[in-house]
């Protein structure tokens, strides 16, 4: 895919990810597990491993803080994802998930990461000015760290729009509401799961159609170009000024959940730099996220499956 526009992804608060397997995930003794399978991790780090997996190139924006920082930047090296790394207060945090081998439930352990302070945060937006440039798509994804204020998406799409560049934001929790809230000029395109969605909707959105109109009207409001909310099996939703569009792949496998939405981010950005139609970008995001459910652990979206699962996926304009 020919790119005709550069890709910076952002993760404030990366991890060192383990993943291994137990015969069973007991208390009170000791769990004999197999060899660990590490990756680098954090949103915007997985949608840059996502990017290059697909054929494309992103550089990884991270903030980083001693040894485990250090063997990040090393698992990123050895990927080959270019990085721009600045220092992040303490030490980059570790993951681990464990599958129980009887039961093939997965259990997942996420540790906070480091607090950032004040000063922490205009380190990091210097950052981003710096490897911005016009018709960037730069792409926010992942939970911020303790201490970032609810409000640095927001910040954040200012900085990006005083360079014509174009800002992608998959976020949760207090960030997700505050851009809610609207209208943001450069955020050109904001995801959310269905959970999330319902949350901000204050009702359920049991259909696609219901899902359609609650994106079309955070469109209509300001908040993004673009809204896109993932309803899990049946694939994802997207509204823009243009009209609502629903892709889905045929079920499949579900292996591993962890890395479904970076995987589909990644592939969606991809396609938007590519300069494809929205249904297209659409289409091999969905396929994407189909594909990196399907593989276990933290690994992401599989090359020829994604590739498999595009010419299945069915896009709907709704």
Not at 30 to 37: A, F, I
Request: charged share 20%; glycine share 12%.
């Amino acid at each position: 895919m020919v790119m005709k526009s550069h890709i910076l992804t952002i993760t404030l608060n990366p991890t060192v990810d383990f993943s291994t397997s137990a015969p069973e995930v007991i208390s009170d003794v000791k769990l004999r597990c197999t060899e660990p399978h590490i990756d680098p991790g954090g949103g915007g780090i997985n949608v840059a491993r996502a990017v290059k997996l697909l054929g494309g190139q992103a550089t990884a924006l991270v903030a980083i803080g001693g040894a485990t920082g250090a063997h990040l930047l090393q698992l990123l090296a050895l990927e080959g994802v270019p990085t721009v790394a600045f220092q992040g207060p303490g030490e980059t945090r570790q993951s681990t998930s464990v599958i129980d081998q009887g039961t093939g439930q997965q259990y997942r352990f996420v540790m906070p990461g480091p607090i950032w302070q004040d000063h922490d945060v205009p380190r990091a937006l210097a950052s981003v000015d710096q490897a911005t440039g016009e018709d960037t798509l730069v792409v926010l994804s992942g939970s911020q760290p303790p201490g970032v204020a609810k409000d640095f998406p927001s910040i954040l799409s200012d900085h990006v729009a005083g360079r014509g560049a174009r800002l992608i934001v998959d976020t949760s929790g207090p960030a997700l509401h505050h851009l809610a809230a609207g209208p943001h000029d450069a955020l050109h395109v904001l995801r959310m799961d269905g959970e999330e969605g319902e949350e901000l909707a204050g009702r359920a959105l049991p259909s696609r159609e219901d899902t359609a109109t609650f994106a079309r009207a955070l469109v209509d409001r300001g908040v993004a170009r673009m809204v896109i909310v993932a309803r899990g099996a049946d694939g994802s939703v997207l509204a823009d000024g243009n009209g609502a569009w629903h892709a889905v792949n045929p079920p499949g496998p579900v292996v591993s959940k962890v890395g479904a939405g970076d995987s589909f981010v990644g592939a969606f950005t991809l396609a938007m730099a590519g300069g494809e139609p929205v249904e297209n970008c659409l289409r091999l995001g969905v396929a994407a996220a189909s594909a990196a459910v399907s593989t276990e652990a933290t690994r992401l979206c599989d090359p020829e499956t994604t590739e498999k699962n595009r010419a299945a996926c069915v896009v709907t304009r709704l």
